[in-house]
């Protein structure tokens, strides 16, 4: 996850992910206070990915992100499905999905629901040319 997401989940009152290994891509110190189980890094995205996939992990991860998280790791073809959740809330002029310039990722929806306070979530997978399939 990035910065900002963790900590959103540290003002949250109690921790989000408890009993789960969470990887933290920062160049700023965190609180002495953030779980025992947040590794902190400030690797590169390519360096974080390297250690993420060597550390045995089985199964899937989830990334947890904003635009600029979520666009090193699509650029490093690292993301395979992207789940989005619209919020009922209006923020004025709102901030981009993508950086600018950055590369064109084709998505198929695969599922969607909307939540009964209005949140709708849409989950979609990443449409690969056959380029990509090869890294």
Do not use: C
Not at 63 to 89: H, W
């Amino acid at each position: 996850m990035g910065r900002v997401a963790l900590d959103a989940g540290l003002a949250s009152g109690d921790w989000p992910w408890p009993g789960k290994q969470v990887y933290v891509l920062t160049s700023r110190p965190v609180p002495p206070d953030v779980a025992a189980d947040v590794v902190v890094a400030s690797d590169s995205p390519s360096e974080l990915l390297d250690r993420v996939r060597g550390s045995g992990i089985a199964g899937d991860a989830f990334l947890l992100g904003g635009q600029r998280t979520l666009s090193a790791f699509l650029a490093l073809g690292a993301v395979d499905g992207l789940g989005l959740l619209e919020l009922p809330v209006v923020f004025g002029e709102g901030v981009p999905f993508s950086r600018p310039g950055a590369q064109q990722s084709r998505l198929r929806l695969e599922r969607h629901r909307v939540f009964p306070d209005g949140t709708g979530e849409h989950v979609y997978s990443r449409i690969r040319t056959p380029s990509q399939n090869a890294r």
